[in-house]
């Protein structure tokens, strides 16, 4: 019986989450603990790593779609298994670019208000990623 691949919760307030990049790819034959994918909170990265040994089987989730917690992202087929097509990974309506603008939007407004910019600021990987595609300098 295939093995799910879902996109886990890694935060308490996590409502979706964002796969930055995949390390394996479609048809590989991967092994239990090997890391398949990294997701992309507003809080943390973090690597994914196989739940089992098989034959990964990737389907609606390329990187840097936002999708929900939960939704299946890869199934793993073992030894002798007929490998299917997967379902199609519902989307969220928020995309990189527009969640880009809202927090390049924020912190452009910290940032006009402090006379010493870039003071104690501090970054997610998610912010010093938008800010870098947004051009926004963390200084």
Not at 66 to 92: C, H, Q, R, T, Y
Not at 111 to 124: F, I, P, S, W
């Amino acid at each position: 019986m295939p093995v799910e691949v879902i996109l886990p919760r890694v935060d308490m307030d996590m409502t979706t989450g964002t796969i930055s990049k995949w390390h394996a790819r479609d048809g590989d034959t991967v092994k239990k603990g090997a890391v398949l994918f990294e997701i992309e909170t507003d809080k943390a990265a973090m690597e994914i790593e196989s739940p089992a040994d098989g034959v990964l089987k990737i389907g609606n989730a390329p990187e840097k779609a936002v999708l929900p917690i939960g939704a299946v992202v890869a199934m793993i087929f073992g030894a002798g298994e007929a490998v299917k097509e997967l379902p199609v990974a519902p989307s969220v309506s928020v995309t990189p670019a527009k969640a880009g603008a809202q927090l390049a939007a924020k912190l452009d407004s910290r940032l006009r208000g402090n006379d010493e910019v870039g003071v104690g600021l501090r970054a997610t990987p998610l912010a010093r990623r938008l800010a870098r595609e947004s051009g926004i300098a963390l200084v």
